[in-house]
Structures are given as C-alpha cells and as structure tokens.
C-alpha cells in the first residue's frame, strides 16, 4: 500500500511511487510479468538502485556546460555574429547544439563510473536525443507542408501542426530509444515523464522561430533554447 493506495491496482503496478527521475530497470525484470512475485522484484531493484549523487551531478553540468558552448562559438563564427544572445538558429543548428551538450554531459558523466552505470547513461543520452529531435523534425516537416498549402497556411493550421507534431514526435522518440534501448524486451520501458515533456518547450520555442511568428521576434524564444539544451545533456550526463 502506498498512501492508501493498492500498488496491484495502481496504473504503474510495479513501482512503489511515481519517480520523479527516471530510472532503468533490472534485466531479470519483465515488464509483462503478472506473477505474484513481481512486486519483490521491484522491491529488490529499488533496493539496489543507484543514487543520484553530488559528483554525478557536478561532472554533467561540466560536460553539458562544454557541449552546449563549443557549438555556440562554432555558430557564431560561422554566422559571423558576435553577441551570443543575437544568434539565430536553423533546424540543422538546434540538431547540432542539443546533440553536442548531450554528448558532453553523457561523456564527462561517464568518466570514473561502472559498466552498468554508463550503459544507462547511454541509454537516456539516446532518449533525451531523440525527444528533443524527432519532434523538431516532424514538426519542422509539418510546417513546410502547411506553408504550401493554400488552406493550411494560416496561423491556426501552423498551430495545429506544431500540436500534433508535439505528441507524435514526444511518444514516437520515446518508442524508438526504447526499441534501440532494448530490442527484445528485457526490461520495463523508459516512459514520458512530465519533466520529459517540460523539456520539450524547445520544439515549441523553435518552431516558432522556424515559422517565423510575429511574436517570436519581439519574444525572442530562440535565447532561451542553449540552456534548454544544456539542460537535457544534464540530465542524460547524471541518469543512474
């Protein structure tokens, strides 16, 4: 029982709370597993989950901090642009920041850790990977095709695409990783958390600086999308 609610009737049936992190689970752990003993698994992975700790947290801002500013410079030389805060950024761009600060909280976070722990580490390296690009993607696609529609290029056509493309992209990139992650179905899925959606504000913010809306030039989301970035390499670099 968990305040006063039956875990076996629970929507999650083999989890003791809602984790507000996600984690991956034990091997030996199926997903599909009915039994009566399957509240005891979980309850001997919990037991030898790995904490999230002080260093874990310090290697992958430092790495996430890197990968997110070596592209800025690269991008900033390349558009001959000085001021950091006035550049702009193409799909292409964003595909190459949110990858680079990913690569960079995930490789310094992996230093000094063990086998299993990098694997993870991999494992929502990719998952932050292609939630914060297969939305970009298909909604980037979306927009194009709403712009050479004579009945979709209007403002709520766009509107509805960048929906659409949103959860489309958000559950299909969570089926994918999980699929690369674990081919054959050994352990439980990595699902959508709030905070994975939360950090899908840079699709939302991007498409509107791809779309061109009159309010994004006087809002100037596109400022906001390097520490977005960063902030998804943090978490992959820290995962356990």
């Known amino acids: 029982?968990?305040?006063?609610?039956?875990?076996?009737?629970s929507r999650y049936p083999y989890l003791e709370k809602l984790d507000s992190y996600p984690e991956y689970g034990d091997k030996n752990f199926n997903s599909?597993?009915?039994?009566?003993?399957?509240?005891?698994?979980?309850r001997r992975h919990k037991a030898y989950e790995r904490k999230i700790t002080m260093p874990d947290r310090i290697k992958a801002g430092i790495g996430a901090a890197i990968g997110t500013i070596l592209p800025m410079m690269y991008l900033m030389k390349k558009k001959k642009i000085k001021n950091p805060l006035k550049l702009d950024y193409e799909l292409k761009d964003m595909i190459l920041l949110s990858?680079?600060?990913?690569?960079?909280?995930?490789g310094i976070g992996m230093i000094g850790e063990n086998k299993k722990t990098n694997e993870n580490k991999l494992k929502e390296g990719l998952f932050q990977f292609l939630n914060a690009s297969i939305p970009t993607w298909i909604v980037g696609g979306v927009l194009k095709l709403c712009e050479e529609s004579k009945n979709f290029n209007n403002v709520p056509g766009k509107i509805?695409?960048?929906?659409g493309g949103l959860l489309v992209g958000m559950f299909g990139a969570a089926a994918l990783a999980n699929i690369i992650s674990d081919p054959h179905d050994k352990q439980p899925?990595?699902?959508?958390?709030?905070?994975?959606c939360l950090i899908n504000i840079?699709?939302?913010l991007g498409v509107l600086v791809l779309a061109k809306f009159p309010c994004?030039?006087?809002l100037h989301p596109e400022r906001l999308l390097p520490p977005i970035f960063a902030y998804c390499g943090y978490r992959a670099g820290k995962s356990n």
Do not use: C, E, F, Q
Not at 99 to 106: E, F, K, P
Not at 160 to 163: L, N, Q, T
């Open 1 to 9: 029982m968990v305040s006063g609610i039956s875990i076996t009737n």
């Open 32 to 42: 599909k597993n009915t039994s009566a003993v399957a509240p005891l698994i979980a």
């Open 99 to 106: 990858a680079s600060s990913i690569v960079g909280g995930v």
């Open 160 to 163: 509805m695409s960048i929906a």
């Open 189 to 196: 899925d990595r699902k959508l958390t709030l905070k994975d």
């Open 202 to 204: 840079d699709d939302a």
């Open 216 to 218: 994004a030039n006087k």
